[in-house]
């Protein structure tokens, strides 16, 4: 039986996007997506938590996140768990597991007061589903993880 993951995450982008590039030119960008929650106790006292979702955009959506998403704005992300492990500097094993963005829709302007043109609120993905596997990136740099 062929197994399926769909994520939908809508929240807060952590800090600005930064776009990279892979060795043979492809666009790709990680996000981090601030959820806030809130939840009552047995007690029946309030919670507030927030959890912190890894995200990664590929090729036209990448640089459309770049161009238009600043820290802080809202979006909502559609798209699909992927698990993948890279051997950090100091020679340890890690593994991740993030959201593979298929679209990002652009929610709001965030504190930035930046304008999003109609055609950008909505951004669909026009990439194909298996740019979420690509060839291999150099995911070490302590910088291109998200925690």
Same mark, same amino acid.
């Given at each position: 039986?062929?197994?399926?993951?769909?994520?939908?995450?809508?929240?807060?982008?952590?800090?600005?996007?930064?776009?990279?590039?892979?060795?043979?030119g492809?666009?790709?960008?990680?996000?981090?997506?601030?959820?806030?929650?809130?939840? *009552?106790?047995?007690?029946?006292?309030?919670?507030?938590?927030?959890?912190?979702?890894?995200?990664?955009?590929?090729?036209?959506?990448a640089?459309?996140?770049?161009?238009?998403?600043?820290?802080?704005?809202?979006?909502?992300? /559609?798209g699909?768990?992927?698990?993948?492990?890279?051997?950090?500097?100091?020679?340890? *094993?890690?593994?991740?597991?993030?959201?593979?963005?298929?679209?990002?829709?652009?929610?709001?302007?965030?504190?930035?007061?930046?304008?999003?043109?109609?055609?950008?609120? /909505?951004?669909?993905?026009?990439?194909?589903?298996?740019?979420?596997?690509?060839?291999?990136?150099?995911?070490? /740099?302590?910088?291109?993880?998200?925690?």
């Amino acid at each position: 039986m062929m197994g399926m993951t769909s994520v939908v995450v809508a929240g807060n982008i952590t800090k600005d996007p930064e776009l990279r590039k892979t060795g043979s030119g492809k666009s790709w960008v990680n996000l981090t997506i601030a959820v806030n929650r809130k939840w *009552k106790t047995s007690d029946g006292e309030f919670r507030k938590d927030t959890d912190f979702f890894p995200v990664v955009a590929w090729n036209g959506t990448a640089e459309n996140c770049v161009r238009f998403l600043k820290r802080g704005q809202s979006v909502l992300v /559609e798209g699909r768990l992927q698990t993948r492990s890279y051997t950090g500097k100091d020679g340890v *094993k890690r593994f991740v597991t993030e959201v593979c963005a298929g679209g990002i829709q652009f929610l709001s302007t965030g504190p930035r007061n930046n304008t999003i043109s109609d055609s950008a609120s /909505e951004q669909k993905s026009q990439d194909k589903d298996e740019n979420c596997v690509d060839e291999n990136v150099d995911f070490s /740099e302590s910088d291109a993880m998200p925690f």
